[in-house]
């Protein structure tokens, strides 16, 4: 399924709206002529027409690319994490003062123990 089949753009929109105020219109226009029920048929198909595009409207307005749910996931954590703090580590960088390197050094002049 392409990404324009998942998402509902506001062209697509539009014509919901066309769709769901024709069939306000028509059911008007039928009632005030006395005409609604004889015309029951041609109103199951319409409202048929209808249903089947808001269920779309429904389903595909609330989808999310993986894009924007990637985006909403960092954007949920870094508001989850916001009052964390950082907690002071004694790690430091290879050779930086303060290790002992030395210390792990073989007294024979060999390197310290290997993984």
């Keep these: 399924m392409s990404e324009q089949d998942q998402?509902?753009?506001?062209?697509?929109?539009?014509n919901l709206e066309s769709l769901l105020v024709a069939l306000a219109e028509r059911i008007q226009?039928?009632?005030?002529?006395?005409?609604?029920?004889?015309?029951?048929h041609e109103l199951m198909k319409l409202i048929g027409d209808v249903r089947?595009?808001?269920?779309?409207y429904?389903?595909?307005?609330t989808y999310d690319t993986p894009e924007v749910a990637d985006s909403r996931r960092i954007?949920?954590?870094?508001?989850?994490?916001?009052?964390?703090?950082w907690e002071r580590t004694e790690w430091t960088p290879d050779g930086?003062?303060?290790?002992?390197?030395?210390?792990e050094e073989d007294p024979e002049g060999g390197a310290g123990p290997t993984s």
């Design 75 to 85: 954007v949920r954590e870094a508001i989850e994490n916001r009052n964390s703090t």
């Design 58 to 61: 429904e389903v595909r307005a």
């Design 7 to 14: 998402t509902y753009d506001d062209g697509r929109a539009r």
């Design 52 to 56: 089947s595009e808001l269920f779309h």
């Design 29 to 40: 226009q039928l009632h005030a002529r006395g005409l609604l029920l004889r015309h029951a």
């Design 96 to 103: 930086a003062e303060g290790t002992r390197q030395e210390d």
